[in-house]
């Protein structure tokens, strides 16, 4: 950090950023040591947890930019949100997603991966044409995002009360994987996503079909899932 500090002051380098991935408290703490002028921090219509974050350092006089405006890709695909939503023609899913993101004053920027020109020359239409949205389509949208979440806590709420499993398998992270299917209608982001587990190194443990049915896990979830029977149908929809 003295490095860092040091060329800045001598001229190198003109801001010094940070990314952030922790609890939305800490990027106050961190913001507050008065090293920093950027803030690069994960914001969209599903995750707004870093909301109040963003406005506390934005206050404090760092640029926000944002990662994962369409949540990692999720938000340009179909899904229930599209359906519930009832967009007009001319309206998507990726459109709402830049224009939620845009509508926060406190964001100074947001990165969006793209992997082709076609997707480019989307999101510069989008950004052309920029309508942020409105209060009211904030919360509408917000009330439809948080009834799916909702939903999606009957099933399970990510707790790792029944981990580890003697088998390795990752039972949070199938059943994310089936709610993002089951709940938010996200089922090919769900595909992608659970294809990662034990191939991603921040997504570890096994697949559902590596359930032995020892049911050592049943007996620690305070949801009561009957996560046997589930862990069956998950390796069932995704065939591993
Ligand atoms: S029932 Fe399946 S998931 Fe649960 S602890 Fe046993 S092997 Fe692991
Ligand atoms: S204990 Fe139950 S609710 Fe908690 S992560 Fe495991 S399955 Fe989900």
Not at 20 to 43: E, R
Not at 136 to 141: G, R, S
Request: charged fraction near 20%.
């Amino acid at each position: 950090m003295q490095e860092l500090i040091r060329a800045k002051e001598e001229g190198l380098i003109k801001h010094i950023s940070f990314s952030f991935h922790g609890d939305p408290n800490d990027m106050k703490v961190i913001a507050d040591t008065g090293y920093f002028d950027i803030v690069l921090a994960q914001y969209n219509i599903l995750d707004k947890s870093n909301e109040e974050a963003i406005a506390y350092v934005k206050n404090l006089g760092l640029g926000v930019n944002i990662m994962g405006p369409l949540a990692g890709g999720k938000l340009t695909a179909q899904s229930n949100i599209t359906s519930e939503l009832q967009l007009s023609k001319n309206t998507t899913i990726r459109d709402l997603g830049l224009r939620f993101v845009f509508a926060n004053p406190n964001v100074s920027c947001a990165l969006s991966g793209m992997q082709n020109m076609e997707q480019i020359d989307q999101n510069v239409a989008i950004v052309n044409s920029m309508k942020p949205l409105t209060q009211e389509q904030i919360c509408e949208i917000d009330k439809i995002v948080n009834n799916m979440k909702e939903l999606s806590k009957l099933y399970c709420t990510g707790c790792n009360y029944c981990q580890p499993c003697p088998s390795g398998v990752n039972i949070p992270l199938v059943f994310e994987c089936m709610n993002l299917h089951k709940v938010f209608g996200f089922t090919d982001w769900a595909k992608v996503h659970y294809a990662r587990i034990g191939n991603d190194p921040y997504m570890g443990g096994k697949t559902a079909s590596k359930c032995v049915q020892c049911g050592a896990c049943e007996a620690k979830c305070p949801q009561r899932i009957k996560i046997m029977q589930q862990l069956k149908d998950c390796a069932e929809f995704f065939g591993y």
